[in-house]
């Protein structure tokens, strides 16, 4: 083909002094656009917090490791501007495009560490897509730069559900490893819940010396990651400790782990659906309101009313489940908790204790039967060894209930 073009004769001709006269306007409409165009991207380069702020924490901004890893003149952007959501930082928070490296051209996707901290926004998990669809379609290596603070919690709706969402970039991981597409992550900072996924699904991982990634409870005391996200991550790593670590999980092994799980899974959930037709009953026929109605009236001192609250919740909690038990009683003990000048804070963790622990009260408790499929004891065996246990949590809650400072200390430091 190369001699072709070399041989080939010129074709064409000059265009005419009036065509070029009359082409102008077209010419500069073109450069109005092109210079709106350069004005767009240049706010999306600078959306977030500045460069020298990044700077002074000893960190680079993804452009500057851009500028850095791929070799000079070869950086193509894709999808600067696309931002179907409108998201009020003015990006979706990706960086992608075509780039040689060590003159090997690869697809190049980065996460921008100046907008919240590299976090998913909506509509990223498009431009995600369509990045590692052109590494499959080009067959050339996927290169990630991760400083991931993970998903925007106020909106995650709008990542994980449907086909195209947040967990199909995992999906496509696969999909390339099996295509013999390697797929090479970089990691920088802290990467906890989606920058967490980033980090454990690459064919080859480079962490920096501060580097580190949120796995187990850990990332939920710290808040940086919800409990579902924390079981995704569990699952993950329990797989790859059986797999590579113990090499017990094996393909053969996996329908039996797979159905155990469901089993598992299935009798919590029968319990939990249980519990909303008598959450309905509790609801209609305003059993909270009766019982919070009766206390008011039997004392109107707190430490009392507070007592009654807790031996009300625990019996509550063990045949609901915490979240419709939530819904029940907030609205209806937060005014009283007021009237009586409960803290929010304070009444809101004493609740919340108290559901957590119907949650692990013989006999029904829900967490209760899962440890029971789980380690294969019987109910009778498990609440004997429980009990101790119990009476501490117990003591616990007496702590938090009678000394608000436990529970509001923190809360006041900060707001």
């Not at 060590?102 to 990045?131: C, H, M, T, Y």
């Not at 609205?331 to 963790?349: E, R, T």
């Not at 949650?359 to 499929?373: I, Q, S």
């Amino acid at each position: 083909m190369k001699p072709y073009f070399e041989k080939m004769k010129e074709f064409g001709s000059v265009l005419p002094a009036g065509k070029i006269k009359s082409g102008e306007a077209n010419v500069k409409l073109i450069k109005e656009v092109e210079a709106g165009m350069s004005e767009a991207v240049a706010k999306v380069k600078n959306a977030g917090m500045p460069e020298s702020v990044i700077n002074k924490r000893g960190q680079l901004t993804v452009w500057q490791r851009l500028d850095y890893l791929v070799d000079a003149g070869t950086w193509c952007p894709l999808n600067t501007l696309y931002n179907p959501h409108g998201n009020e930082e003015g990006t979706n928070n990706v960086v992608n495009g075509l780039a040689k490296i060590s003159g090997k051209w690869a697809v190049v996707i980065g996460f921008d560490n100046k907008v919240l901290a590299g976090a998913w926004l909506p509509g990223q998990q498009e431009n995600i897509l369509r990045a590692t669809d052109l590494a499959k379609r080009l067959n050339i290596p996927l290169v990630w730069l991760v400083h991931c603070s993970g998903v925007k919690l106020p909106e995650q709706e709008k990542f994980y559900a449907d086909r195209r969402g947040g967990g199909t970039t995992f999906f496509r991981h696969a999909e390339l490893e099996q295509a013999g597409v390697p797929i090479l992550a970089g990691i920088w900072g802290t990467t906890p819940a989606g920058g967490g996924y980033q980090s454990i699904s690459p064919t080859i991982l480079f962490a920096h010396k501060d580097a580190n990634m949120a796995v187990g409870g850990g990332g939920i005391l710290s808040g940086m990651f919800t409990p579902t996200e924390a079981a995704g991550i569990a699952v993950v790593y329990a797989a790859m400790v059986g797999a590579f670590i113990y090499r017990k999980l094996r393909l053969k092994t996996l329908p039996d782990v797979l159905l155990k799980a469901g089993l598992e899974s299935g009798m919590v959930m029968m319990l939990i659906a249980m519990s909303e037709p008598f959450a309905w009953i509790v609801a209609v026929d305003q059993i909270p309101q009766l019982v919070i109605e009766w206390l008011a009236q039997l004392t109107t001192s707190p430490y009392i009313i507070l007592l009654l609250i807790n031996v009300f919740l625990l019996i509550l909690g063990i045949p609901l489940e915490t979240a419709p038990a939530l819904v029940i009683v907030t609205p209806v003990l937060a005014p009283i908790a007021a009237s009586l000048g409960i803290d929010p804070v304070h009444i809101g963790v004493v609740i919340c204790l108290n559901l957590v622990l119907g949650l692990v009260t013989p006999p029904v408790g829900a967490v209760l039967f899962a440890v029971c499929g789980i380690s294969n004891i019987s109910m009778d065996r498990l609440a004997k060894a429980v009990w101790k246990p119990f009476v501490v949590a117990l003591i616990v809650l007496a702590f938090v209930t009678y000394i608000p400072w436990l529970t509001t200390f923190l809360p006041k430091r900060f707001m």
